[in-house]
Each structure stands twice: as structure tokens, then as C-alpha cells.
């Protein structure tokens, strides 16, 4: 992944480095417990190795890493000051260790990760750089790897740009989910879910998408029959489709 300019990059360590003592202030609030939720919906195990993205002061990956007793949490931020209280705040997790990390020089080699997190961390991160960054994730993947990415709504986001951009960080953007969505597939990946929905606002302000990787299909395997009938029963009770 290119590095950011260095002017840019320093400005963003430093907005982060400040925002540390924010994130410590806030604790664990109805986001974090909610991409819990949905990691461990798709698919997550208790032996799985998680890399996490963006982790902040760890509140995401202390979740993660309760999770996974017999796995691993590797946790990386741009921000030597976040990782600082990270490592201090979270000691006690034996599966948990954090590194300083913009993802351009991150090199793991010989290492596969199970799953990994991103975790309101894609906007923050220039597009143009976006592709570069999934190349290198592609490099520690195995053939069940899931990529899993919790952003703010684009329409949302916007919305907070024209309304309230005091609130937002140094760098906020709305990502398209096509550009997304081609952008990850283009290294190795396909989409298997994506929802938009409301956590803190009724107007829809998160999406999350869970790519998985893009191994061909060795078998097809049929549902069966009672459970296929179930759900036509289903649907046509629901809309009183009796004939």
C-alpha cells in the first residue's frame, strides 16, 4: 500500500494520538458490541486468528479476543499513543497483542489470518490507497479467510459532512459500495453479505459487508425438501396466498 504523504500522515498520527484519551472516556458503547454481533454471526470461532484494522485504544479487539480462547488477536492502528494505552488497558488478554501500523509496511510472512476486522477504519483511509491495502491483506489470507468491514452509511455520512462537521475526524468519506465492493473483489474475495441498518439513528447511519474468500465450489449440495417446503409455507401464509 503507498504510504500516505508524509505531511498527511503526520497530521493524521497526531489527530489520533489526541483522540486516544477520547476513546478511553467513551468505554464500550452499542457499536462496538454490535460488530461483535456480527463478526461472531459470520462465522467467528474460539480458534480462529483475527487481525483487526484500525483498533484504536483495543476496545473492538478486547471484545474480539474474549471470543477467541484458543485463537489470536493481532490489533494494529496508525497511532503510537493509542497502541501505548491499547497495551496498557488490555494486559491481562494473553490472545491479544497490538503493533503500530499504517498497513503499507505490514508484513507478516508465512502468517494467515482467519478473519479480519475492519472496524469504522475503511473511511478514514484515502480510497486511492484502499486497493494497495487489500493486496496486502490478500497476502496473509487462507482459503476460509473473511474479510469483515463495519463503516458509516454513505447517505449517513454525508449527511454529517453538510450538518455536523465538527463531529467528524481528519479524514471522513463516504465509501461507495460498488467501488467497494470491485475494489476487494478485484483481490480475491467475494461479496456474500451487505447490510445497511440502524444503530443509533432510525435513518439507517451503519453498513457492514462480510467478504469471503473466492475458492470455486466443489460441490452443490441440496437443501432439503422439508426445509424448502417450510419456507414456501412460510411466505404464503404471510401474504394469505392460500391457492
Known amino acids: 500500500m503507498q504510504a500516505p504523504k508524509s505531511e498527511q500522515k503526520e497530521q493524521v ?47 473492538v479487539s478486547h471484545l474480539l479476543a474474549t471470543q477467541v480462547p484458543n485463537g489470536e488477536v493481532l490489533a494494529v492502528d496508525i497511532s503510537p499513543e493509542s497502541i501505548e494505552k491499547a497495551k496498557v488497558l488490555w494486559k491481562s488478554q494473553t490472545n491479544l497483542s497490538f503493533e503500530v501500523s499504517d498497513m503499507s ?10 478473519f479480519f476486522v475492519f472496524p469504522d477504519v475503511l473511511e478514514h483511509i484515502p480510497v486511492e490507497q484502499h486497493l494497495r491495502l487489500f493486496q496486502n491483506i490478500s497476502k496473509h489470507t487462507h482459503a476460509d479467510s473473511v474479510i469483515f468491514i463495519h463503516i458509516p452509511a454513505p447517505r449517513y455520512l454525508q449527511w454529517m459532512i453538510e450538518n455536523e462537521p465538527q463531529k467528524l475526524q481528519v479524514i471522513d468519506q ?61 411466505i404464503r401464509l404471510k401474504y394469505g396466498l392460500t391457492k
Request: net charge positive.
Open 13 to 59: 498520527v497526531s489527530f489520533y494520538d489526541k483522540f486516544a484519551e477520547k476513546q478511553q472516556k467513551t468505554g464500550i458503547n452499542s457499536r462496538h458490541l454490535s460488530i461483535l454481533d456480527k463478526v461472531k454471526a459470520a462465522g467467528l470461532q474460539d480458534n480462529h486468528r483475527i487481525l483487526e484494522v484500525g483498533c484504536g485504544i483495543g476496545t
Open 105 to 114: 509496511d505490514f508484513e507478516k510472512k508465512g502468517k494467515t489470518f482467519d
Open 174 to 234: 463516504p465509501l461507495d459500495t460498488g467501488d467497494l465492493v470491485k475494489t476487494i473483489s478485484a483481490t480475491g474475495f467475494y461479496l456474500e453479505k451487505m447490510e445497511t441498518y440502524p444503530l443509533f439513528f432510525a435513518e439507517k447511519d451503519y453498513q457492514y459487508f462480510i467478504f469471503r474468500a473466492a475458492k470455486p465450489l466443489k460441490t452443490s449440495t441440496p437443501r432439503s425438501k422439508w426445509t424448502v417446503l417450510k419456507e414456501r409455507m412460510r
